[in-house]
């Protein structure tokens, strides 16, 4: 068995889809300003929801929730939180947590994010 899909809500599909392909290399599959639909290499599929379609007015995950993508390397990590801090996002330095060399933030779509090796 396999995770088949993960349904996301998020404030801006669009703009959190092209984050999502940009840095983290998720390919989109169609979709329109309420919904997209993204896979990854080993295809899973991950669909953007709009907040807008069931009348949510804010997104609010718990304060733990968060994605997260796996590098092969420390170097990885450094090199994706470089593009991201060069591009003016607001991510914190890796660091050493629970094993990993991991850095948390918060990607647009309003969810948290991992980047971790």
Do not use: C
């Amino acid at each position: 068995m396999r995770l088949n899909h993960l349904n996301l809500t998020v404030t801006d599909v669009q703009e959190t889809r092209r984050f999502l392909e940009t840095y983290f290399g998720m390919e989109g599959r169609g979709g329109n300003d309420n919904i997209a639909f993204l896979t990854d290499e080993g295809g899973m599929v991950l669909t953007l929801t709009s907040m807008k379609l069931g009348g949510v007015t804010e997104v609010r995950y718990p304060p733990s929730f968060h994605i997260g993508f796996a590098q092969a390397s420390a170097e990885s990590v450094d090199a994706i939180h470089g593009r991201l801090k060069a591009d003016g996002y607001d991510v914190p330095a890796p660091s050493r947590q629970h094993g990993s060399w991991t850095f948390y933030f918060t990607a647009p779509g309003g969810f948290t994010v991992e980047v971790l090796s």
